[in-house]
Nanobody, 123 residues
């Protein structure tokens, strides 16, 4: 069982930056692919943001964040990161980290999820 805990969310003005962290415990973090997803509001689908392989050697990004967000991981610290730059109002959402056996853009392929952290981007 892998436990994931996100942090780093908050309120930021458009054009600003935030770095999200996801601390993992209880499992073999270094052997799992990791992803970030977001949900803009209750009832909306959870949207893929970025994913990284267990080694950090390959990454995927949603087109909407490519060039602005960077996913990375530190396996020695069991921590996943999402550096978000040039934030847009449309990036406002609850951001979730998730763990999977293999890298994927599809939420239903992720086995473990954090509770989420709120990101609000004001105009």
């Amino acid at each position: 069982q892998v436990h994931l805990a996100e942090s780093g969310g908050g309120l930021v003005q458009a054009g600003g930056s935030l770095r999200l962290s996801c601390a993992a415990s209880g499992g073999t973090f270094s052997s799992m692919a990791m992803g970030w997803f977001r949900q803009a509001s209750v009832g909306k689908e959870r949207e893929f943001v970025a994913a990284v392989t267990w080694s950090g050697g390959s990454t995927f990004y949603a087109d909407s964040v490519k060039g602005r967000f960077t996913i990375s991981r530190d396996n020695a610290k069991n921590t996943l990161y999402l550096q978000m730059n040039s934030l847009h109002v449309e990036d406002t959402a609850v951001y979730y980290c998730a763990a999977a056996a293999i890298i994927s853009r599809r939420p239903n392929e992720y086995d473990y999820w954090g509770q989420g952290t709120h990101v609000t981007v004001s105009s």
